[in-house]
């Protein structure tokens, strides 16, 4: 199989991540914390609330992407959009840009503001960094919601079909990253949004995003679901099928919600319907009505 054959059909069935940078509006203080190898980890908060939720951006992104939902669920809860390293404000000294080494950036969070009982949210990429996070931390953490990823918990690639998806971007990681990312926004997004993305999610540092979407593409589910106990699901642009039975067989509660009309970014492609769909998988995870009925 060739490159640019396995770039696609990982493009196809992965779905990954994508766009790096906005401004988030309202009362929010930034502060910073070093992760487990000494990496700086920059962080926003806004608002006081349980349960509180934190935001984990996907590849290439950053903490700003979470920008419509800090406005909206700080009203009720306190909000945490944290930049993993590498990306936005935090440090690129890391050695290795491996999931788990991500999921020590949150918890380093986690231990600093002290949070319990935490709902952890991530899209693409950060799904798979806040189940590290869990691992690591599981005390604090009452409930994972994935934002178009978990797709398939059972799927693996070959290293040599993960070689062939990763040589494009290492040829030339700026017309690769705008070919993926352009091939995975929704077809009914907004332009400028949808430019945007594309433009934004392009700049990222290579050295950064290619070895951290080799650790996406190669990640096993397995071990890891294992150690989990709490409750995952994830909220899912439709144009993508998610295989909740083989799911299922890693975890055996799993659910998905669908959005329509949205492709990989629908915090951003449809705010406020995504918003609406949060609120009610936050409140029937965790019985919080009230972001539901802020949300009506």
Known sequence: MNSQSAYHRIVMLLGLLMLPA??????????????????????????????ALVFVHCWSCDRNYWREQIDRFSADHRVVAIDLAGHG?????????????YGSDVVAVL?????????LIGHSMGGLVVLEATRQAPERVQAIIGIDNFQDFTLKFP????????????????????????????????????????EDMASAPPEVAVPSIGNVVGYDYTPI??????????ISS???????????????DFEVDFIED??????LENPEMF??????????????????????
């Open 111 to 119: 231990n600093k503001l002290d949070l319990y009982d935490v709902v």
């Open 159 to 198: 290293p040599e079909q993960i070689a062939a998806f990763l040589a494009p971007f290492d040829g030339d990681f700026e017309s690769t990253t705008k070919a993926f990312v352009g091939s995975i926004v929704g077809p009914n997004t907004d332009s400028a949004v949808k430019s945007f993305i594309i």
């Open 225 to 234: 679901l294992k150690d989990i106990h709490i409750p995952i699901r994830t």
């Open 262 to 267: 949205v492709g990989h970014f629908p915090m």
């Open 275 to 296: 918003d609406r769909v949060l609120a009610r998988v936050i409140e029937e995870m965790t019985g919080d009505a009230k972001t539901a009925e802020a949300e009506e």
């Open 22 to 51: 906005l401004t988030l509006a309202g009362e929010s203080t930034v502060d910073s914390v070093a992760s487990n190898d000494g990496s700086m980890i920059y962080y926003e908060m806004a608002g006081e609330g349980a349960p």
């Open 89 to 101: 404000e935090s440090g690129l000294g890391r050695k290795a840009w491996t999931m788990a080494a």
């Open 238 to 252: 439709s144009l993508r099928p998610t295989n909740v039975e083989k799911n299922r067989m890693l975890d055996p």
